[in-house]
């Protein structure tokens, strides 16, 4: 007897599949690299302090005071070292930020666009407040300029300080913080190009709007136009930069329009086919339509987020505080900065103005009455995550150094930035130490408040169809998409039993669905089929756990003697499989997996949610335990 493993050809397949191993978060890894780049970057700044503070303090400014210039026939680009990072480098700084602004809004948490009222009005609010602080002190004196130094919060520098301060599953402040200082960024971007940019060429400014539509147009060209957006792409910044424009603000603007979305079906299927067709023939021309194809499936966003994230946080910003953050400190300074009106303005806006700023806004944008939801995250939470956006630096000395052309003004300047990058990181600390304090049942119930998770997972559970295991009235739902000849699938295992074990049945339940990535496992789809003909004997966890524990043995012959193992009914059993009569069974879970974005296996939703990154025993354990208190906080509230 023969039964056919291949995947009937009758029925139509879904648009999208998952295909590869479970990639991580790409939000989660934006915020470990910046977080991570936080302490080389304050290195650097340390650097450059001490470099000003050697005996030779002439050559820090010597060196970054160096001219050059390219020059092709008659045109030259002209500027020193600190403008070629300020300006240059720093461009792809923005790129970035504009990259992961532009892939939460496609996919993330802000895809659900009522969710960024409440983080835009706060950073309005934030910026807002520090301004005002500042104005008090300078206006109508010479620090009057200098307003723009007293707005923006550094992202690499706050979202260092939170992850200090709060645990490693606090993603979702993280999330709202940097969403935050991405609409920081932008307002402040605006802000350099409208009041310090002196003698802006209409015609370059013309020229870099026209290669910006250009570049929108080239999204929809099919193929071969990563050169025409990278040309389009240099080309705008060199139209921003003879427009007197900072052409920083080209990096945020192509970032915020380069799309971000999850594989397609034929993309991965062919990516697989050359693949295989490379390994049976390994030719240059194979090996190059294979590695193309591989790429081509992987959204642009994700891909330059990719090469250019590692160079941005750990060299590119560095070098920017190591070129900008150097100040010769003495007695005379000191005491310049700390009566002057521009140190003062600056330090009290970020450590003060920009947590009361956060806040209220916050408050203003939550109010029904005003139309406003709840925010994502707890008010104590929020207070903390505002004093941890006090932290200005990058556009801060950006600015500051656009602002000031007077030596000690911008000294001053200097100063009062890098007391408040000091200052806020300890308010944070206070912050969420106090918030810890607080009573259990007022953490519930301001948890209880928040807006609800997004539900990632598009096909609720129903246990009629689904196979359960543990308590099915339990407050959290562990949902997993598996296949029995994934090896990843197979070590996972062990931790969900584990995690079994330690939640106690009452406290947890747990789902198996089934995806068969039959392009890479040829044995996958027929063991699923198998596990359900065992399950229409009332043995499939039976089966599952067989299957796991002999990965290996997944042949028509294998899944034949597993069921005799078990005592099934092994005529009723290679019956159906023969049939196929589970097929459709099978072809369910799988377009749920598709519509939920599933990419791999295996992949874990906990109630509704999808759970990125690792899947160890203690991963998994923090996401439940997170689970569970928010669900228990949102029934103490609906029971209020």
Same mark, same amino acid.
């Given at each position: 007897?023969?039964?056919?493993?291949?995947?009937?050809?009758?029925?139509?397949?879904?648009?999208?599949?998952?295909?590869?191993?479970?990639?991580?978060? !790409?939000?989660?890894?934006?915020?470990?690299?910046?977080?991570?780049?936080?302490?080389?970057?304050? %290195?650097?700044?340390?650097?450059?302090?001490?470099?000003?503070?050697? !005996?030779?303090?002439?050559?820090?400014?010597?060196?970054?005071?160096?001219?050059?210039?390219?020059?092709?026939?008659? =045109?030259?680009? /002209?500027?020193?070292?600190?403008?070629?990072?300020?300006?240059?480098?720093?461009?792809?700084?923005? %790129?970035?930020?504009?990259?992961?602004?532009?892939?939460?809004?496609?996919?993330?948490?802000?895809?659900?666009?009522?969710?960024?009222?409440?983080?835009?009005?706060?950073?309005?609010?934030?910026?807002?407040?520090?301004?005002?602080?500042?104005?008090?002190?300078?206006?109508?004196?010479?620090?009057?300029?200098?307003?723009?130094?007293?707005?923006?919060?550094?992202?690499?520098?706050?979202?260092?300080?939170?992850? #200090?301060?709060?645990?490693?599953?606090?993603? +979702?402040?993280?999330?709202? %913080?940097?969403?935050?200082?991405?609409?920081?960024?932008?307002?402040?971007?605006?802000?350099?190009?409208?009041?310090?940019?002196?003698?802006?060429?209409?015609?370059?400014?013309?020229?870099?709007?026209?290669?910006?539509?250009?570049? #929108?147009?080239?999204?929809?060209?099919?193929?071969?136009?990563?050169?025409?957006?990278?040309?389009?792409?240099?080309?705008?910044?060199?139209?921003?930069?003879?427009?007197?424009?900072?052409?920083? #603000?080209?990096?945020?603007?192509? @970032?915020?329009?380069?799309?971000?979305?999850?594989?397609?079906?034929?993309?991965?299927?062919?990516?697989? *086919?050359?693949?295989?067709?490379?390994?049976?023939?390994?030719?240059?021309? &194979?090996?190059?339509?294979?590695?193309?194809?591989?790429?081509?499936?992987?959204?642009?966003?994700?891909?330059?987020? =990719?090469?250019?994230?590692?160079?941005?946080?750990?060299? $590119?910003?560095?070098?920017?505080?190591?070129?900008?953050?150097?100040?010769?400190?003495?007695?005379?300074?000191?005491?310049?900065?700390?009566?002057?009106?521009?140190?003062?303005?600056?330090?009290?806006?970020?450590?003060?103005?920009?947590?009361?700023? $956060?806040?209220?806004?916050?408050?203003?944008?939550?109010?029904?009455?005003? @139309?406003?939801?709840? !925010?994502?995250?707890?008010?104590?939470?929020?207070?903390?995550?505002?004093?941890?956006?006090?932290?200005?630096?990058?556009?801060?000395?950006?600015?500051?150094?656009?602002?000031?052309?007077?030596?000690?003004?911008?000294?001053?300047?200097?100063?009062?930035?890098?007391?408040?990058?000091?200052?806020?990181?300890?308010?944070?600390?206070?912050?969420?130490? $106090?918030?810890?304090?607080?009573?259990?049942?007022?953490?519930?119930?301001? &948890?209880?408040?928040?807006?609800?998770?997004?539900?990632?997972?598009?096909?609720?559970?129903?246990?009629?169809?689904?196979?359960?295991?543990?308590?099915?009235?339990?407050?959290?739902?562990?949902?997993?998409?598996?296949?029995?000849?994934?090896?990843?699938?197979?070590?996972?295992?062990?931790? $969900?039993?584990?995690?079994?074990?330690?939640?106690?049945?009452? =406290?947890?339940?747990?789902?198996?669905?089934?995806? !068969?990535?039959?392009?890479? =496992?040829?044995?996958?789809?027929?063991?699923?089929?198998?596990?359900?003909?065992?399950?229409?004997?009332?043995?499939?966890?039976?089966? /599952?756990?067989?299957?796991?524990?002999?990965? *290996?043995?997944?042949?028509?012959?294998?899944? #034949?003697?597993?069921?005799? *193992?078990?005592?099934?009914?092994?005529? +009723?059993?290679?019956?159906?499989?023969?049939?196929?009569?589970?097929?459709?069974?099978?072809?369910?879970?799988?377009?749920?997996?598709? *519509?939920?974005?599933?990419?791999?296996?295996?992949?874990?939703?906990?109630? @509704?949610?999808? /759970?990125?990154?690792?899947?160890?025993?203690?991963?998994?354990?923090?996401?439940?335990?997170?689970?569970?208190?928010?669900?228990?906080?949102?029934? %103490?509230?609906?029971?209020?």
């Amino acid at each position: 007897m023969r039964l056919d493993p291949r995947p009937s050809a009758d029925p139509t397949p879904p648009q999208r599949t998952a295909w590869a191993r479970n990639l991580a978060a !790409p939000v989660r890894g934006f915020l470990q690299a910046e977080t991570g780049g936080a302490v080389v970057l304050v %290195l650097a700044a340390i650097a450059a302090l001490i470099w000003a503070n050697s !005996p030779w303090p002439d050559s820090y400014e010597h060196v970054w005071e160096t001219d050059l210039s390219i020059t092709l026939g008659d =045109h030259a680009l /002209h500027t020193d070292l600190r403008g070629w990072v300020n300006e240059g480098l720093m461009a792809l700084f923005f %790129l970035v930020v504009g990259l992961e602004a532009k892939r939460e809004l496609d996919q993330g948490e802000l895809r659900e666009r009522a969710r960024l009222t409440i983080p835009v009005m706060a950073a309005v609010g934030g910026m807002a407040c520090t301004v005002g602080i500042y104005f008090l002190f300078n206006a109508g004196g010479p620090g009057q300029e200098g307003w723009g130094a007293a707005m923006s919060t550094d992202t690499a520098l706050a979202l260092g300080a939170l992850a #200090i301060v709060t645990p490693a599953a606090a993603v +979702r402040v993280r999330v709202f %913080l940097l969403t935050m200082v991405v609409v920081d960024d932008l307002v402040a971007l605006a802000v350099i190009g409208i009041f310090y940019s002196e003698d802006v060429s209409l015609v370059a400014l013309g020229i870099a709007i026209l290669l910006f539509a250009i570049l #929108i147009a080239l999204r929809y060209v099919p193929r071969g136009r990563t050169p025409l957006v990278v040309g389009v792409g240099i080309g705008m910044w060199l139209a921003m930069f003879q427009s007197g424009v900072d052409p920083v #603000i080209s990096g945020l603007a192509i @970032g915020l329009v380069t799309t971000s979305y999850p594989p397609n079906r034929d993309d991965l299927e062919r990516a697989t *086919e050359l693949t295989r067709s490379f390994r049976e023939q390994p030719t240059v021309e &194979l090996a190059t339509a294979a590695q193309r194809k591989i790429a081509g499936a992987i959204s642009p966003n994700e891909r330059l987020q =990719h090469s250019l994230h590692p160079w941005t946080t750990y060299v $590119i910003v560095p070098l920017f505080a190591l070129a900008n953050a150097g100040i010769a400190i003495d007695g005379d300074v000191l005491s310049a900065a700390a009566g002057s009106s521009i140190t003062l303005g600056i330090f009290l806006g970020y450590v003060v103005g920009k947590p009361i700023g $956060i806040v209220g806004a916050s408050f203003l944008a939550s109010r029904k009455v005003l @139309g406003g939801t709840r !925010p994502a995250v707890t008010w104590p939470i929020l207070t903390g995550a505002g004093a941890a956006a006090g932290v200005g630096f990058t556009l801060s000395l950006l600015i500051a150094t656009l602002a000031f052309h007077d030596g000690e003004l911008l000294d001053q300047a200097k100063i009062g930035i890098l007391a408040s990058a000091i200052v806020s990181p300890v308010t944070a600390w206070v912050a969420f130490a $106090i918030t810890r304090r607080l009573p259990a049942q007022m953490r519930a119930r301001q &948890l209880g408040n928040v807006a609800e998770t997004l539900i990632d997972l598009a096909d609720d559970v129903d246990p009629a169809r689904d196979h359960v295991r543990g308590d099915p009235d339990a407050i959290v739902t562990v949902v997993e998409y598996a296949d029995f000849e994934c090896p990843f699938c197979g070590r996972a295992e062990p931790t $969900i039993r584990e995690l079994m074990a330690n939640a106690g049945a009452d =406290h947890l339940r747990y789902v198996f669905r089934h995806l !068969p990535l039959a392009d890479v =496992h040829p044995h996958a789809q027929m063991a699923a089929e198998a596990s359900e003909a065992a399950a229409a004997q009332g043995a499939f966890w039976e089966m /599952h756990d067989r299957l796991y524990e002999h990965q *290996e043995q997944l042949t028509p012959k294998d899944l #034949i003697g597993h069921a005799r *193992e078990l005592g099934l009914d092994v005529e +009723r059993f290679t019956s159906d499989l023969r049939e196929r009569r589970y097929l459709k069974r099978i072809e369910r879970d799988v377009d749920s997996a598709d *519509e939920s974005g599933v990419s791999g296996t295996p992949s874990f939703f906990i109630n @509704g949610r999808r /759970h990125h990154g690792v899947y160890d025993i203690e991963a998994l354990r923090a996401a439940v335990r997170t689970a569970k208190t928010r669900a228990k906080s949102q029934r %103490l509230v609906a029971g209020d």
